[in-house]
């Protein structure tokens, strides 16, 4: 697609608009016009009451325009918002025209919805003014911004100054049984990969003694510490124990405590009760048990190799244990669901009464089966109608939303919302998605976040260090040297913490 902007807008902005109404949509740089080839005109005009906006689409034979109007006022004042708000509300006009969406989310773009809430809250507004300033402004469905302020809301309980003195720890099993055709990861379930499994677990060992000596160096407080995947529980019982052994072991080194301790055990084919007991008696407070859907042909459709009865042992199983928490992911919109068997699943699982249900929306990874197939409808209106019927059951029921985030090529531009009972939020979620602290993670494909305290207008800094992306790069690495990746997040801690621990 080719971009034409006149006036002070990013060129990113403006592709995010693009992708909107044309999801997937690329900006190589230098196209040359063409037939097939999507164009936009973006223009500005600014004078001192408020900034002027017009907007041309070409996608094929069809041209649109759209023209918008913002005060200076808006969007809290801030004269980029102002800006980006022009430009938005005429590109939806055009937008909506061209394709005949009409985006809840308006022209609200961004990974984290509830930030503008946030702001907005920090600024003094009510949530009723709140919630009524993110639909004038950005043009969203009147729920979509209650939403927004709720979670926002929900964040700021959990997020206190204590906790953003200290750390949370990320481990990565990037191994799984099968491959879901949703998804990109193709070579991580191999049968070559999956062998490497013992060695890599000898690498990630070494991986977790050094991160958790870098804690210890600095003297940090551990908040919460996350397994994920992958599919951690594609271990053995004997590789689990051997794994939350040597974690355990560096948790009592370092006299912590953490709030929460989450295992992501995925597939419900991967859980039994050596493996349950064997979590619970290390410690870990929170697991996940992720359907997807209750659909034994959806289940069939995205390559997942548990029907609805494993699903039930499995939750069983971990319900059982004595856990404290337990979380079950759900997907909208997937190939094949309709809004009957959608309701089906979610009523299903918020009928077993767990803590935590996470409401994701269809995404589609680039390299993807789905993706290559296209299976993917941007517009779908069963996604749509899905989430509305989850959030409105899941309330009912007593959850209440306190984590949102959003992705690229997701169906209706929706979101993917986390919702809990009163109490059993899932914190390493929001300190990860809010970059409430900083974040050491070991394993491969893991980063490790460095997330500085606020400065006073309440920006913070961000340093990452990125582990190799696949297990027999990471391995590689660990064979050549270890230590080497040890010092340099030795070095960066020290830099980060080494006066009054990021401040």
Known sequence: MILHINGALKPYYVQTLCMIFLPG????????????????????????????????????????????RTAW?????????????????????????????????????GVRPAKVATELLGAGYTPGDCADAIRRDYLTEPGKARLATDVSLAESRLITPEIRKQVSVYIGIPFCPTRCAYCSFVSYTSPGLLKLIPEYLDALANDVDGVFSVI???????????????????????????????????????????????????????????????????????VSVNPQSLSPDVLRAIGRAHTPEMFFDAYRIARDSGVRDINVDLIAGLPGDTEETFRETLDGVAALDPENVTVHTFSVKKSSEFRAEGRFEPESLTAARSVDYAEGALRGAGYLPYYMYRQKNTVGNLENVGY??????????????????????????????FVSLPAPDGSVRIERLFQPKYPY????????????????????????FGKGKGE
């Open 216 to 286: 210890r160096e600095n003297g940090l407080e551990i908040a919460s510490v996350y397994i994920g995947g992958g599919t951690p529980t594609v271990l053995s019982a004997a590789q689990l124990d051997s794994l939350l052994s040597k974690i355990g072991e560096n948790l009592e080194k370092a006299g912590a405590s953490p709030r929460e301790y989450t295992l992501e055990a995925g597939r419900p084919d991967t859980i039994d009760a050596e493996k349950m007991a064997s979590a619970v008696r290390h410690g870990v407070t929170r």
């Open 73 to 109: 006022g808006a969007g809290n004042g801030d004269p980029d918002r102002v800006r980006k708000l022009a430009a938005g509300e005429a590109f939806l006009a055009a937008g909506e025209v061209l394709t005949g969406i009409r985006p809840p989310w308006g022209i609200m773009t």
């Open 420 to 449: 809990a009972k009163p109490g059993h939020e899932g914190l390493y979620n929001v300190y990860m998605m809010e970059e409430v602290h900083s974040i050491l993670a070991s394993g491969a494909h893991a980063v490790t976040k």
């Open 473 to 496: 790069e990471y391995l590689r690495e660990y064979r050549e040297g270890a230590g080497a990746r040890l010092a340099a997040l030795r070095e960066a801690a020290r830099g980060f």
């Open 25 to 68: 949509v690329k900006f190589p740089e230098g196209e040359e016009p063409g037939e097939d080839i999507p164009e936009a005109w973006v223009a500005l005009n600014e004078d001192g009451t408020g900034v002027s906006a017009s907007v041309r689409l070409k996608a094929g034979d069809r041209e649109t325009r759209g023209e918008a």
